[in-house]
């Protein structure tokens, strides 16, 4: 029987791969893609621990849903954000590198 | 018939094969079409799981209008291959992530999550589930301020290499 543990390990793990992609690469499209990784793992955190756990099983409640809908709209204006610096520091420095993206105080 | 929970299985390990092969492909393109897919096994598990309302939100936004917009990106910036690879900061980000997830995976069994939710809440476990939201968003914060950091100083050694070779 899966129950809600499991759904927290796997957040857990999907975690670890996104934070992987912040610490080890300097592609900034790549750590754009580890921290939506990174946003989706803590919502199904949110949505792991609002489990309603009842005698036929375990049940995953419609308000524990609600949070997670808010913390996903914040997370795609923050992506559609990073996205768009990006954009703007490739029509300046010709890079994606984060290492060069000083440049942009320019 | 399919078992569940052997269905719910493979879904899981797609999307954390997916999630590796996003971050590790030096393709852009093949790293989105990754992304795609990992959406997609989450968006499965979640309906296994009768998340119904979520998972239909969370593959809308995220597998789809964020795909849109990744793939824009790669194809504006014309930078198709990723060929920047450092070994001391690949060590250097796995050791800490390892240590991370292997810390968080003992406190989950540990602490026998299950018995916490679901449960009456009383004051302490209602503080076990803000301490584990309140440690998540931590490492965040504290992954942006190394990240930033790290940032500072290559700058800053930077700078100091062009003075002295001026």
Known sequence: MIDQVHLLILAVILFGVGLFALLGESNVIKILMGIE??????NLIFIALG?????????F???????????????????????AIVINNYRHAKSVDSDEMSTLKR | MVDLTIMIYVLMIIAIIAA?????????????????????????????FEVTLFAW????????????LFITVVALTERHKDETF?????????????IIVGIFIWVIIQYDITSITGTIIGFGDLWDERATDIIL???????TTVGIGVLFFHQKKKKLKEKTKV
Request: proline fraction near 1%; glycine fraction near 8%; charge should be positive.
């Open chain 1, 51 to 59: 489990t309603e756990i009842t005698a036929e099983g375990n049940k």
């Open chain 2, 86 to 98: 450092s070994w001391k900061r690949t060590v250097i980000a796995f050791v800490a992530v390892a």
């Open chain 1, 37 to 42: 990784i990174m946003i989706i793992a803590i």
């Open chain 2, 20 to 48: 590796i092969f996003a971050i590790e492909y030096k393709n852009l393109m093949l790293s989105v079409v990754s992304l795609v897919v990992m959406n997609l096994a989450i968006w499965g598990v979640l309906l296994l």
């Open chain 1, 61 to 83: 409640t419609a308000l524990a849903q609600v949070f997670p809908v808010i913390s996903l709209a914040i997370g795609a204006a923050v992506m559609a954000l990073g996205l």
């Open chain 2, 137 to 143: 968003q931590g490492i965040i914060f504290f992954a």
């Open chain 2, 57 to 68: 939100i969370q593959v809308i936004v995220f597998g789809g209008g964020l795909t849109s």
